[in-house]
């Protein structure tokens, strides 16, 4: 058995004898049901709510079930049925329990397509996988179905301040949350350019059209675009990934926010190419939804930084010549001070070790984590 297969095995084994409530596979805490629930009243509303919510034990309702494509999305509306508070911010997500006979108990976190709403109700947005018994489960559901999950829980995307242009850049069903959150912005007046970016395999992957047409028509500071990876020739919008696409059509990318959500590889090779571009990391929020562990393949991360025709958060230094900061890159790149030449943007990554080398002064910068700015719980 090869070494994919034992890990395979093993997680197999894991899950199937997970137990309810147990979200990430840890083991459930020695207590009985009675003295959980006694700590719920103890800890007080705030405090009692997490406990519960993060137990799976709310119920929901299934209200509609509709596939959206031929290759496997499917949108899925529920209602609240517990009684309790519903109430969420566009990014945040649901988990969806649900057990299997042999398998044991799988979960799942999904972020909510719909915008917060007064009444105790969200949609889903599910990619139906082959190996994915809980997608799946969800789309064989019916109205009248009830599922238990946890939630609402995670961070919120809604931006502190309303000065910010937002780049929405997503792939797959990560156009969830941001569905969610240019409705929600839209409908309080946001008054910022808002610009989704979908990146999609096939055509037939395409859906919500109408509701992004209909946001579009009711929105001037919104537009929206699809770009294919595997187009058809008759395909007339843009072709390629998110990095091949999109970066050619970014004037600029100052005084913006930049959202990527969807897979995890697109995510931090997007993520760090607008960071060597200038964007600084309190302005990019990522949302995983596979590939969370992805690390940017250096060669990507050029590529995609190569792309870009932004260059106005250089222009502080690449357009100021005459200055130490440029004699040092002419001299780095010529071997004599002051060539005259222009820098290009991929001049600045390839001569910034010579520019640090001749100020032994100057700090080498320190990696920087990613931050996530936006709070939500």
């Known amino acids: 058995m090869s070494s994919s297969s034992t890990t395979d095995a093993v997680r197999e084994e894991a899950r199937a004898r997970l137990k309810p409530g147990n979200f990430q596979g840890h083991v459930p805490r020695r207590q009985s049901r009675q003295t959980a629930e006694e700590a719920v009243e103890a800890l007080g509303a705030t405090e009692g709510k997490w406990f519960r919510d993060s137990r799976y034990r709310r119920r929901a309702v299934v209200t509609s079930v509709s596939a959206l494509t031929s290759t496997g999305t499917v949108r899925i509306g529920f209602e609240v049925s517990d009684g309790a508070p519903f109430r969420f911010d566009p990014g945040q997500f649901v988990g969806i329990e649900a057990h299997f006979e042999g398998l044991g108990y799988r979960r799942s976190p999904y972020c909510i397509l719909s915008a917060p709403s007064d009444e105790p109700v969200f949609e889903l947005l599910v990619r139906v996988v082959p190996q994915g018994p809980l997608s799946q489960y969800l789309a064989s559901l019916h109205p009248g179905d009830e ?218 910068p320190k990696p920087v984590q990613s931050e996530r700015p936006w709070g939500g719980g």
């Not at 590939?291 to 222009?315: Q, Y």
């Open 147 to 364: 599922v238990a999950f946890r939630g609402p829980t995670g961070r919120s995307m809604v931006p502190h301040d309303g000065d910010r242009a937002l780049e929405l850049l997503a792939t797959g069903t990560g156009i969830a949350p941001f569905y969610s959150l240019a409705s929600d912005l839209l409908a309080g007046g946001y008054p910022e350019p808002i610009t989704l970016w979908w990146g999609l395999r096939l055509a037939e992957d395409i859906c919500l059209t109408d509701e992004l047409d209909a946001l579009a028509a009711a929105h001037p500071n919104f537009t929206y675009h699809v770009t294919l990876s595997e187009p058809t020739p008759d395909w007339s919008g843009l072709r390629g990934r998110l990095g091949e696409s999109v970066p050619p059509r970014l004037a600029t990318l100052g005084g913006k926010h930049f959202y990527l959500a969807g897979n995890g590889a697109m995510l931090e090779e997007m993520a760090f190419a607008l960071s060597d571009l200038g964007v600084d990391l309190r302005h990019i929020y990522k949302e995983p939804f596979f590939n969370g562990v992805h690390e940017a393949d250096p060669d990507v991360v050029a590529d995609i930084r190569e792309r870009f025709v932004a260059t106005d958060l250089f222009s502080a230094h690449a357009n100021r010549r005459g200055t130490a900061f440029d004699l040092d890159l002419d001299a780095a790149r010529s071997g004599k001070a002051g060539n005259g030449d222009p820098l290009a943007v991929s001049d600045l990554f390839d001569l910034m070790p010579a520019f640090l080398s001749h100020h032994p002064d100057q700090e080498n």
